[in-house]
């Protein structure tokens, strides 16, 4: 098949775009051009990289045409946010591609109803970025029930691989927790520790897209979260990183608010949200229906990360 990767080289294309060269594939790449895949594989060598700037073009409304006529059997989105863009994605592509890959996010969900999570409970998405792709992935099932368009829906956790920062135990970007806990000084907790964090590497995201791929008639018209096996609560997370360096953790724990004020300024936004989030997923629809086998756990996909940025000076423990 030809597939057309939408914004391929970040996070999860730098680990699906080479799976698919391998699957014999043959592969168009859309970004603006700006960066390069986090890591270097021979594959990339055989993509074909067509730059375009999807916010511009979607202003002029030549998004979808110009995707179109890129005459992919299959495109796979990691950039729409908006139930517009998609709906502009969608009537361009009616009747002209066999699967159209959209990636959401479990944020769609808000908070946990019955934790962990299962695809049809009900949804209350908490602010803007789950609110408007909650809509999006509304839009294109609606458009797969009543039209029969071949979409499918894949919601990753946080996104987790060695190159870029992980979501740490105090819920955000804050590199210093890791820090931190590897020279066991104090780490504040909110409450006592057991809100979570859903992690999944991103080549297991990689993997969730291939076989929903080659998994088509079992995976149109379908939602599937994307996560690690478990998601982590706080105060596990925190011990397992402090006994990475041969620590036990030094916590305390603090009120809800007064623990965000213990947060550094840029990362409370983050850490509000993902505290209030408290993501817990099951991926046992992906596992059934797709074959889904995540190979790293939340922990394995941090450590392999962590240990990356401190290998690459990034990080001083
Ligand atoms: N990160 C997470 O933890 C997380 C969690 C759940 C869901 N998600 C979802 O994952 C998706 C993002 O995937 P990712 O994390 O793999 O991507 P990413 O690392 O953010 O990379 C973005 C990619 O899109 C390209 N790009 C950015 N702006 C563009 C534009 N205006 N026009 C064309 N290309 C553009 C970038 O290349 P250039 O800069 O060269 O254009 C790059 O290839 C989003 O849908 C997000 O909601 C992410």
Same mark, same amino acid.
């Given at each position: ?15 699906? %775009?080479?799976?698919? %060269? ?6 168009? %790449? ?10 270097? /594989? ?6 074909? $990289?067509?730059?375009? *700037? ?13 995707? $179109? *006529?890129?005459?992919? /059997?299959?495109?796979? *989105?990691?950039?729409?946010?908006? +139930?517009?863009?998609?709906? =502009? ?29 299962? @695809? ?25 029930? =009543?039209?029969?368009?071949? #979409? ?7 996104? !987790?691989? +060695?190159?870029? @920062? ?7 970007? /804050? ?28 080549? /297991? ?10 998994? &088509?008639?079992?995976? #149109? ?5 994307? %996560? ?12 397992? !990183?402090?006994? &990475?360096?041969? =620590? ?6 603090? +009120?809800?608010?007064? &623990? ?5 300024? *840029? ?26 086998? +995540? ?12 240990? &990356? ?9």
């Amino acid at each position: 098949m030809r597939v057309l990767v939408i914004g391929g080289t970040g996070h999860v294309g730098t680990y699906l %775009v080479p799976r698919l %060269v391998r699957l014999g594939h043959e592969i168009i %790449v859309v970004t603006r051009g700006q960066r390069e895949p986090y890591h270097a /594989d021979p594959a990339w060598g055989a993509v074909r $990289r067509v730059k375009m *700037d999807r916010q511009r073009e979607e202003a002029a409304g030549s998004f979808g045409r110009n995707v $179109r *006529d890129l005459k992919a /059997d299959a495109v796979v *989105d990691m950039l729409c946010f908006t +139930p517009e863009s998609a709906r =502009q994605l969608a009537e361009a592509l009616r009747g002209h591609v066999r699967h159209l890959l959209h990636c959401g996010t479990i944020w769609v969900h808000g908070y946990p109803v019955e934790p962990p999570v299962t @695809e049809d409970q009900p949804r209350k998405p908490l602010e803007e970025y789950g609110i408007l792709k909650n809509e999006a992935e509304s839009y294109y099932l609606g458009q797969a029930q =009543q039209r029969g368009f071949p #979409v499918t829906c894949l919601n990753p956790g946080h996104i !987790v691989g +060695p190159g870029w @920062e992980p979501v740490s135990p105090t819920a955000c970007h /804050d590199m210093q927790t890791f820090a931190k806990l590897a020279r066991a000084e104090e780490v504040v907790l909110p409450n006592i520790g057991m809100e979570t964090l859903h992690h999944v590497h991103a080549d /297991d995201v990689a993997q969730a897209f291939e076989k929903a791929m080659t998994h &088509w008639s079992a995976s #149109v018209g379908e939602a599937f979260h994307v %996560v690690s096996p478990s998601a982590l609560t706080l105060r596990s997370y925190a011990e397992a !990183v402090a006994s &990475w360096f041969g =620590q036990k953790a030094n916590l305390r724990f603090a +009120p809800f608010e007064e &623990w965000l004020e213990t947060v550094p300024p *840029d990362f409370r936004g983050s850490a509000r949200a993902h505290v209030e989030h408290s993501s817990n997923f099951s991926c046992a629809k992906a596992m059934r229906l797709l074959g889904y086998s +995540p190979r790293y756990t939340s922990l394995e996909a941090v450590r392999e990360s962590v240990n &990356w940025l401190i290998e690459h000076g990034r990080l001083t423990v």
